[in-house]
């Protein structure tokens, strides 16, 4: 299970695996690094995907398959 972030990065949006320095690829939208997550995240055996904000703080989070998400009842977003 690997979980992503996805970043700003200057003028793009990066998915950044949880623990790595360097972005697995750099994205003109947030929803296009937000899919290359989900994307990678599934690949890896699945995780959680956090999207951050321009403020750098978690504004979304979303359990990608095959991992459990933790919390069923609340993610009615997804």
Same mark, same amino acid.
């Given at each position: 299970m690997t979980n992503y972030h996805v970043v700003r990065r200057g003028k793009e949006w990066a998915p950044l695996r949880e623990g790595a320095e360097k972005a697995?690829?750099?994205?003109?939208?947030?929803?296009?690094?937000?899919?290359? /997550?989900?994307?990678?995240?599934?690949?890896?055996?699945?995780?959680?995907?956090?999207?951050?904000?321009?403020d750098?703080?978690?504004?979304?989070?979303?359990?990608? /398959?095959? /991992?459990?998400d933790p919390c069923p009842p609340r993610d009615t977003k997804h």
């Open positions: 697995s690829g750099l994205y003109p939208t947030q929803g296009e690094a937000e899919r290359a /997550a989900k994307k990678h995240a599934h690949n890896s055996g699945g995780g959680e995907v956090r999207v951050h904000g321009l750098g703080k978690i504004r979304d989070s979303d359990t990608v /398959a095959p /991992a459990k």
